[in-house]
């Protein structure tokens, strides 16, 4: 009786992997149950053991003999088909609003208007400098990614002593000039742009606009807005450019 019980488990289990064959439709998976099936089909069809030699069945509570029936193929199949979830990639958005000055041996760029950046640390700021060119990428600035790119600026700089850092929510960027020299413009297009206006005669009344009318009035702008730190660092970033100009 015990081996008729049997027999209908192992049944029972071949035509359960059956089943899951019928709906498989990845071929790894396919593969391993027809694995699977043959396995089980040569332990149903073979002799379990001879009367008087040992038998790896159990007694039951009741008296019966139970033979214990383990899927390790199913299991395994679970295990491998498992659908691993990918990280989420975030948003990159391009920087467009920022403010610069300059001294004599600096070049410096703020960038203060994106929301988050007070959470930002220096950790999240990846650069990459080069004699004409410079990138600045912030990670993790209020679930996105920024990326400010210049190629074209208007005098050349020494990269391995160029910079960014955080400071008091506000990212600013150090440009070490190659040449003790004033920069007219930021980059060499906006100079293509001034060179083919200045070829147009411009209305009369007109002002041209300061270079650095920008910067002073974001300056402005976050001194009003900002706390009693902000308004520091603001102070002394001002005194300390306008003693290297007087210098």
Known sequence: MAEKQSS?????????LSHLLSLAKHPRTTTLLEAAIKDAQSDHVETPFDNGSAS?????KAGVKS?????????????????????KTKYTAKITEYGWDQSDNYVKLYISSLKGLDKLTQG???????????EVDLEGVNGKNYSLVINDLFGTIIPDQSSAKVKSGTVIVSL???KKDRWQ????????LKDAKDKKPSPKGIKEEDP???????????????????????AK???????????
């Open 67 to 87: 033979t214990e029936v383990n899927p390790p193929a199913a299991v395994q199949i679970a295990a491998q088909t498992k659908r691993v979830p990918q990280a």
């Open 176 to 178: 070490r000039k190659s």
């Open 124 to 134: 999240g700021v990846h650069t990459s400098f080069e004699e004409r060119s410079m």
């Open 185 to 192: 413009f930021l980059t060499q297009r906006e100079k293509k």
């Open 56 to 60: 790896p069945t159990s007694e039951g």
């Open 212 to 234: 650095g009318a920008g910067l002073m009035s974001m300056m402005k702008q976050m001194y009003q807005d900002g706390d009693d730190e902000m308004k520091r660092t603001i």
């Open 8 to 16: 209908t488990i192992d049944q029972e289990y071949i035509d359960e």
């Open 237 to 247: 970033s001002w005194h300390e450019s306008q003693q290297n100009r007087i210098a």
